[in-house]
């Protein structure tokens, strides 16, 4: 096998930069890592059950394509009643293995070579390699602290050609915790409407929104026909390991993604999903109490990070803050790396969301609230460290 043997789309992508720094986080000792994109709660055990359950009950074989008909119908109950919109089970709803493999069969089945999808800025660091490996092109659209990182309406106006099929959004936002509320989707929705686009919607953390409820996009007048709703059980029911996701599209799109989906994965795994099925059933509790912790976190950490000198607005949702280390004069890989050998505190560098996360930093809050008040400890004895170097170096000049 030589090099020429290779695709070019996949010579041309870029490894994950989270995984850099995971890597040698990893081959340090005593390190606080407040960058892994994951809860730190385990699955709740009822859930667990569920799935030991179905194993000693036999249920081994393969599910229908689309997956067990009685979670289908229970994820509809569930998106019904939690965010007032309403999708067929029969035909209008797909379970996937996690959200990541429901964003690619979204992309898959809707870009032909050369089409343009909008992706906005930081975000989740997929967004744009998926884009590229179902041959369309990433178009970046930049957000900013300014707007706590919303996407504003006219941007996606600027952005839009007439190879534009379709925009990716996501709230509230990985890496950034911003939501988007009814009124600025709505805004959305207009240029959406105008330019005749698709919407991919990644709510993977609609679960975990703070001090408002979370609007849906497809919840959007005339937005249903136009929307990929794209969710799962990982963030909110704290089920990352089981690969289990879902996708919510109109009929016609969603059964052009089944049809990716019955060539390249079969079903979604058998066990997994009777797991779901009693986290959609019985699980919510669990979900109330793990979002509570989170947002008490979430309030302590900003709250500290703000006192430190480490700017940062409050998260709406998710389980990230997303500080500004600009003052300092270091790049976010510089700061990041620098802050993981001294202090031994890894976070990630926002760089690595899009150019638009240069000068910022991605935390993860899910981590216990004694883990997160040692890392203020050492990110405070780390942002000294740089005044007292700063004020050196003037002083010597």
């Excluded at 009685?70 to 209008?92: A, F, M, T």
């Excluded at 970046?140 to 996606?156: D, H, N």
């Excluded at 959007?220 to 879902?246: C, D, H, P, Q, V």
Aim: aromatic residues 8%; glycine residues 8%; negative net charge.
């Amino acid at each position: 096998m030589t090099h020429r043997h290779l695709s070019n789309t996949v010579k041309q992508l870029k490894p994950s930069g989270i995984r850099r720094f995971f890597d040698l986080a990893a081959s340090m000792e005593g390190v606080i890592s407040l960058g892994v994109g994951e809860p730190d709660f385990v699955t709740p055990w009822s859930v667990c059950e569920a799935s030991i359950q179905s194993l000693e009950d036999g249920f081994t074989a393969y599910t229908a394509n689309a997956g067990l008909l009685e979670l289908r119908e229970e994820i509809s109950h569930y998106l019904s009643s939690s965010y007032q919109v309403n999708y067929n089970p029969k035909d209008e709803i797909l379970v996937t293995v996690g959200a990541s493999q429901a964003l690619d069969l979204s992309l898959r089945a809707i870009v032909d070579p050369g089409d343009e999808v909008i992706i906005v800025e930081p975000g989740f660091v997929s967004y744009a390699s998926l884009v590229s490996l179902a041959g369309g092109v990433p178009i970046s659209v930049a957000t900013t602290s300014e707007t706590e990182f919303k996407l504003q309406p006219e941007q996606i106006e600027k952005a839009v050609s007439e190879r534009t099929k379709a925009i990716m959004i996501c709230s509230p936002n990985n890496p950034t915790g911003s939501i988007l509320n009814k009124e600025e989707l709505s805004g959305i929705a207009q240029i959406v409407e105008k330019y005749d686009l698709v919407v991919i919607s990644d709510e993977i953390y609609s679960e975990l929104n703070y001090d408002e409820p979370h609007c849906s996009f497809s919840s959007i007048a005339g937005m249903f026909e136009r929307t990929i709703l794209i969710n799962g059980f990982s963030k909110g029911f704290a089920m990352t390991g089981w690969r289990l996701g879902y996708a919510c599209a109109p009929k016609e799109i969603l059964q052009a993604m089944l049809k990716v989906h019955q060539y390249a994965m079969m079903c979604a795994p058998t066990m997994a999903q009777y797991g779901a099925l009693e986290a959609l059933r019985n699980g919510r509790i669990d979900v109330d109490k793990m979002r509570k912790d989170y947002k008490r976190r979430r309030n302590y950490f900003v709250k500290s990070l703000n006192e430190i000198g480490m700017e940062c607005h409050m998260p709406g949702g998710a389980f990230y803050a997303f500080p500004s280390i600009k003052h300092t004069g270091l790049t976010s890989e510089e700061f990041a790396e620098a802050l993981l050998k001294e202090e031994r505190v890894a976070v990630v560098p926002g760089n690595v969301f899009g150019a638009g996360g240069e000068g910022h930093l991605r935390c993860s809050y899910a981590s216990s609230l004694e883990q997160l008040q040692e890392a203020i400890k050492r990110m405070s004895r780390f942002m000294m460290s740089l005044e007292k170097s700063e004020v050196k170096s003037v002083n010597e000049s």
